[in-house]
């Protein structure tokens, strides 16, 4: 009895210690696991090479990230992604197997602001408010230039109130939703020179303005008048209009076949910029202040400020001296505004100072002349060559020393000199539009080059992009590039009712000045940093190799960047390798997206109006 007792115990212990192994043994392999997936969770979300620093480039960074080429993305956790009952469906002709069933796993949160910034209308880099109060100066505008925060946010920014989808072109021309864009200062502002008028649930746009008023149209039609040279839509194609208000000129230039990039400052004159973009004009928030615009030199066929308060004289003359930079050679420069027309002290005083600086800067005036109104114009044109600026007797402001390559202007200082005009080769104007859009200078780029190119991005949008993906693109009307290259993809779509915002990476190849010279629209940017324009202004965003080219930052920064551009319910086209596609498709289904892999080389997304429920009050 003594030895069945003993041999029970002993069975006993032996069960007891095989359990015991099977325990740790599972610890031990759920607390590996557990270690991966927190490894592979941090090195998707901080997948950055140098610093993680927002700070531009230096030139010898963006010369080395020129040659860095390829991106790793590691690959995120495996677990299945969550059900999305409240997503719309992405209607696709082919979808892709093995699209992967990874989920990313990251908490997001709207993004907390200022005390008296709206959550809804963040704009990272213009609205550092910590960076603005630490300036030491804002005499030259430095408070509305680019003050980026560091690290760049990963958050998102929330909704409006009652949004709802913009109102299609071209009635979003005149009228657009007041809560899609709660803002009545500026009506109430500007309510006798017939900007913008509040009426019943929408905000109403009469096409008037403070230099306009017998309307924009007939304002148009004056400047043709005065000098038929302009010849819209053919011989000016490519504008510029400074302190552009809610963009009526812009907006109805757009009639006139003549694209224009209408620009002013986040100030006081509260969200005109984002006003002109629910309308569905192009525009962009930037300023004069002291450093150069985001254009490359002589790019623009004309420049225009109505009214703009820009005091070209300043500072040595440096914001003349900028617009000067950006102006093809034997471009003009239409100015409306009171020293033109008026005759009291201060006017006087500052006609004075714009007589000297266009004389010192060999600028010719072409026509001065009035309006019935009253409302006066001058129009002033750059000279072709160099020879008047050898001539000058006096040479303030002096020349600038000659370049061998253009310098992409990214942070760059205003210059204090006069841009020398490249006399290689003869000064030429582009044939005119639209025959433009297909002849560009061989010096800018080989005719081989151009015409692979447009045969490349003509048949993806007439085979994929415009049936392959369901897209109802009557819906679609503010579209951004975000790897432009030489404006392929803007032109292929250059017969839809429709623009695009071309951007060139400040740190890849100079492809810019080819886009303007095509008669197309465009920026330098650096994505590593948030763009220039209010949350929720474009309907589709394109990228073609952006994210495989993207070394210095990290890629959730970007796609955050995506999301806070992009209006909900609205698309978003990648064109990568499938590695990269299934990588940064969890990134897009976390955030509610459809996101659909196409024939092995595309990803589509749809935004849902998902928002995370962390809302801050005010917003």
């Given amino acids: 009895m003594a030895s069945l007792l003993t041999l029970l115990a002993e069975q006993r212990r032996s069960i007891i210690s095989i359990l015991s192994i099977f325990l740790l043994s599972s610890l031990f392999l759920f607390l590996l696991s557990t270690n ?22 230096s030139p010898s960074s963006i010369s080395a990230s020129r040659k860095e080429l390829n991106s790793s993305l590691p690959t995120p956790p495996p677990p299945p992604p969550p059900a999305q009952p409240d997503t719309p469906p992405v209607s696709v002709s082919e ?120 309307g924009v149209r007939k304002y148009i039609d004056f400047i043709e008048q005065i000098l038929p040279a302009v010849e819209w839509g053919r011989h000016t194609r490519v ?11 812009g907006g109805y230039l757009l009639d006139k076949n003549v694209i224009t990039m209408s620009l002013a400052p986040k100030d006081e004159h509260e969200a005109q910029i984002q006003f002109a973009l629910e309308r569905g004009i192009p525009a962009i928030l930037s300023v004069i202040g002291t450093q150069k615009l985001p254009f490359p030199d002589n790019s623009f066929d004309m420049l225009h400020c109505a009214r703009c308060r820009v005091h070209w004289d300043a500072n040595g003359g440096r914001p003349l001296l900028e617009l000067n930079r950006v102006l093809r050679p034997g471009g003009v420069f239409v100015w409306s505004a009171t020293p033109v027309y008026r005759k009291d002290e201060q006017d006087r005083t500052t006609w004075k100072a714009m007589v000297d600086l266009t ?55 205003l210059d204090d000199c006069i841009s020398q005009i490249n006399q290689k080769e003869p000064v030429e104007w582009p044939v005119p539009w639209p025959d433009r859009l297909q002849t560009v200078r061989s010096s800018l780029v080989p005719e081989e080059n151009l015409i692979t190119d447009t045969t490349h991005w003509n048949e993806i949008v007439s085979n994929i992009y415009l049936t392959d993906l369901g897209i109802n693109w009557s819906s679609i009307r503010n579209v951004m590039d975000f790897n432009a290259g030489f404006g392929g993809f803007a032109a292929a779509l250059i017969d839809m009712p429709l623009w695009v915002m071309n951007v060139v990476p400040a740190s890849g190849p100079d492809t810019l000045p080819i886009i303007y010279n095509r008669g197309l629209i465009g920026v330098y940017h650096d994505w590593c940093e948030s763009f220039n324009t209010y949350p929720r202004t474009y309907d589709l965003l394109h990228s073609s190799n952006l994210f495989g080219n993207t070394t210095r930052c990290d890629v959730i920064q970007i796609i955050t960047e995506m999301d806070r551009i992009l209006r909900p319910g609205k698309w978003i086209f990648l064109e990568e390798s499938l590695d990269i596609l299934k990588k940064v498709r969890p990134v897009f289904l976390s955030l509610h997206y459809k996101a659909t892999i196409v024939k092995s080389q595309f990803l589509v997304c749809q935004k849902s109006f998902w928002r995370p429920d962390n809302i801050q009050k005010g917003s």
């Fill in 95 to 214: 979808q892709d197997e093995g699209e992967g069933n990874e989920v990313f796993d990251f908490k997001w949160e709207i993004c907390t602001v200022w005390k008296g910034l709206q959550t809804a209308d963040y704009i990272p880099c213009l609205d550092n408010i910590k960076a603005i109060k630490a300036l030491q100066s804002r005499r030259h505008m430095e408070h509305r230039e680019r003050h980026c925060p560091s690290p760049p946010p990963k958050c998102l920014v929330a909704l409006p109130r009652g949004y709802r989808d913009p109102l299609p072109w071209p009635r979003s021309r005149d009228m657009i939703w007041y809560n899609n864009v709660p803002h009545p200062k500026l009506a109430e502002y500007k309510k006798d020179q017939n900007w913008v008028r509040v009426s019943g649930n929408f905000l109403v746009f009469p096409g008037g303005g403070t230099q306009f008023k017998d």
């Fill in 36 to 57: 991966f997936d927190r490894f592979s969770l941090a090195s998707f979300s901080t997948n950055t090479i140098s610093s993680s620093s927002s700070s531009s480039p």
């Fill in 359 to 413: 004389n010192s800067m060999c600028w010719k005036t072409v026509v001065k002349s009035k309006e019935s109104n009253g409302i006066g114009v001058v129009i002033y044109q750059k000279p072709v060559s160099n020879s008047c600026y050898f001539e000058r007797k006096a040479t303030d402001p002096p020349l600038c020393p000659k370049k061998d390559l253009p310098i992409i202007p990214w942070y760059s200082p």
């Fill in 239 to 249: 504008v510029l209009d400074v302190g552009c208000g809610v963009a009526s000129f």
